[in-house]
Antibody, heavy 125, light 107 residues
Framework: EVQLVESGGGLVQPGGSLRLSCAAS????????MVWVRQAPGKELEWVAN????????HYVDSVMGRFTISRDNAKNSLYLQMNSLRAEDTAFYYC??????????????????WGQGTLVTVSS | AIQMTQSPSSLSASVGDRVTITCRASQGILNDLGWYQQKPGKAPKLLIYATSSLQDGVPSRFSGSGSGTDFTLTISRLQPEDFATYYC?????????FGQGTRVEMK
C-alpha cells in the first residue's frame, strides 16, 4: 500500500524550531518529487515547498523562505521539513505529498496523488 | 505570485444536479492546473491534473476544461459523496498557489 506518514508536529513557542518527518512506503520514493502543503485550521490549502528526486532542486513559498528547509533521505525513504523562527501564522496542519509529475506531450505537470494524514504544528506562547 | 480566484466560494446543490466551479488565474497559466477535493478532517484528494486529465480511479462525472486564465471543474450529476470543498492549484510557476476553495453543500 502506498503510504505517507508524517510525524514531529506539536506545540512550540514563537521563535522556536521544529522538524517534521514523513515516512514513505509502498512506492519508489527516490523516483518522485515530494511536497509539503499546509492548512491552517478552517482555512485554505497553502503550498509550502517541494524537492526533486535527488534533492538538488528545491522551491519555497516566500513566507517561509530562509526559515524552512526541505530535505530528503532516499536511503531512508524519508522527507523532512526543518522549521526555524516559527511564527503564529505557521500554525497549521502540514501534509507530506507525493508528486509523480506525469508527462503529457513532453510537459510535466504537478499531480499531488498521495497525501499523508497531516501533522499539526501549533505556534503559541 | 499568481493569484487563483475560485467562484463561487460556496454553493448549495441537490443530488443529481450539474455543478460547475470556476477558477481564474491572475495571469495566463497555459493548461497547468489541477483540482482537488477535500472532505472535513481528511487530506485532499487529486481529481484532475493538466486541466482535464482525470486521475486514476476518479469517477467520470468529474471533468475539467479551460486554458490561459479561466478554468472549470464540472460534476455532471452530483452524488452524495461529492459534498466537499474543492480547490484549484496552478503549477505554471513558483510558488504554486491554490484557490481559496469552493464548498459544495447539500441544498
Amino acid at each position: 500500500e502506498v503510504q505517507l506518514v508524517e510525524s514531529g508536529g506539536g506545540l512550540v513557542q514563537p521563535g522556536g524550531s521544529l522538524r517534521l518527518s514523513c515516512a514513505a512506503s509502498g512506492f519508489t520514493f527516490s523516483g518522485d518529487w515530494m511536497v509539503w502543503v499546509r492548512q491552517a485550521p478552517g482555512k485554505e490549502l497553502e503550498w509550502v515547498a517541494n524537492i526533486n528526486q535527488d534533492g538538488s532542486v528545491k522551491h519555497y513559498v516566500d513566507s517561509v523562505m530562509g526559515r524552512f528547509t526541505i530535505s530528503r533521505d532516499n536511503a531512508k525513504n524519508s522527507l523532512y521539513l526543518q522549521m526555524n523562527s516559527l511564527r503564529a501564522e505557521d500554525t497549521a496542519f502540514y501534509y507530506c505529498v507525493r508528486d509523480p509529475t506525469p508527462v503529457i506531450s513532453a510537459t510535466a505537470y504537478d499531480a499531488f496523488d498521495v497525501w499523508g494524514q497531516g501533522t499539526l504544528v501549533t505556534v503559541s506562547s | 505570485a499568481i493569484q487563483m480566484t475560485q467562484s463561487p466560494s460556496s454553493l448549495s446543490a441537490s443530488v443529481g444536479d450539474r455543478v460547475t466551479i470556476t477558477c481564474r488565474a491572475s495571469q495566463g497559466i497555459l493548461n497547468d492546473l489541477g483540482w482537488y477535493q477535500q472532505k472535513p478532517g481528511k487530506a485532499p484528494k487529486l481529481l484532475i491534473y493538466a486541466t482535464s486529465s482525470l486521475q486514476d480511479g476518479v469517477p467520470s462525472r468529474f471533468s475539467g476544461s479551460g486554458s490561459g486564465t479561466d478554468f472549470t471543474l464540472t460534476i455532471s450529476r452530483l452524488q452524495p459523496e461529492d459534498f466537499a470543498t474543492y480547490y484549484c492549484l496552478q503549477d505554471y510557476s513558483y510558488p504554486r498557489t491554490f484557490g481559496q476553495g469552493t464548498r459544495v453543500e447539500m441544498k
